[in-house]
């Protein structure tokens, strides 16, 4: 079975940004797509349901269950059809958690996309979202899209769609730890970078060492400008090996002392796409997305992709 690009929504704000995202990932990527809308109880179907002006009995409420959440599905792949005429779109109902459904459906997607509020309070990111269990229990790569994102968002000022997309995208930013680089997550920037013809823009943030509350850079500047030399040094080795499988994207590296969410955090401002990585950590229970990831998906102001690996 070939793999797709799996959209959810739920008929949010900020799930139908993600499903327009899906539709743009499928296109370049020349997959299909495939809309999942998880409906889980009546109380659910009703807060998306419009207001009649009389309550609705819980008998009533199956009916209207079923209704609205044929709807919600029906209405977003009408609309992707109608914006991505000849993308192959597929759409899929199903009953249960939609944390469980959304990770059972990941395992078969080549990425999944879910929406989020994303920026706000920290309490607002979390409350009520099915977006964090799945982004950290899923094994294949979860994009969060934000309300309102838009498509020319991850454009250059002054280029359009007119079927060329050379130099169009914003640069894709990848957040690299040099302590564990993973073929995964590189293959993932590689190909995301290249689909889009796009820079790919490799960041790693990384820190002087400090030994028993003694800084050794600050009594000694050379001491941290030969650090940076090797992380930097470090860093062109790592990505060698990709640039000759990926000849065409354009590599740019960025070697940058201090704390990586901020970095990433400020490189997001005009990026296409984030892409962070997310150990795979097979707890029985919590959540476990680390706190870079966290930090990103948190503040970031473009599409987050997070890729699991080992």
């Known amino acids: 079975m070939s793999r797709t690009v799996i959209a959810a929504v739920d008929g949010s704000a900020e799930s139908l940004a993600a499903a327009e995202w899906a539709a ?13 809308h998880v409906w889980q109880d009546w109380s659910t179907a009703v807060a998306h349901a419009p207001f009649t002006g009389r309550e609705t009995t819980p008998g009533e409420g199956a009916t209207v269950t079923q209704h609205w959440a044929e709807r919600i599905a029906r209405d977003a792949s009408d609309r992707l059809r109608e914006g991505h005429p000849g993308l192959e779109i597929t759409v899929e109902q199903v009953y249960g958690r939609p944390a469980e459904v959304l990770l059972a459906a990941a395992e078969k997607a080549e990425v999944l996309v879910v929406g989020s509020r994303g920026l706000g309070s920290l309490a607002g990111f979390l409350a ?29 000022p002054g280029t359009g769609d007119n079927g060329d997309r050379e130099g169009q995208y914003l640069d894709v930013v990848l ?3 040099l302590s564990r680089p993973c073929d995964e997550l590189l293959a993932y920037a590689f190909e995301a970078a290249a689909a889009r013809a796009a820079t790919l823009r490799v960041v790693h943030g990384w820190s002087v060492p400090v030994v028993d509350g003694y800084d050794p850079a600050a009594h000694d500047p050379g001491h941290g400008v030969a650090l940076g030399l090797r992380e930097a040094g470090a860093l062109t080795d790592v990505l060698r090996s990709w640039r000759g499988k990926f000849p065409h994207v354009e590599v740019k590296e960025q070697c940058m002392v201090g ?21 795979i950590r097979r707890a029985a229970i919590g959540a476990h997305i680390g706190p870079v990831t966290h930090a990103v998906l948190h503040h970031a102001t473009t599409p987050v992709a997070v890729v699991p690996h080992l």
């Open 175 to 177: 957040g690299l730890d």
């Open 24 to 36: 743009c990932e499928a296109r370049m990527r020349r997959l299909p797509l495939h809309i999942l």
């Open 259 to 279: 704390r990586p969410a901020g970095h990433l955090v400020e490189a997001s401002k005009d990026a296409s796409l984030l892409i962070v990585g997310r150990r």
């Open 128 to 156: 009520g979202s099915v977006s964090l269990p799945v982004i950290a229990h899923a094994e294949r790569p979860v994009v969060v899209v934000r309300a309102g994102e838009r498509a020319e968002d991850e454009l250059r």
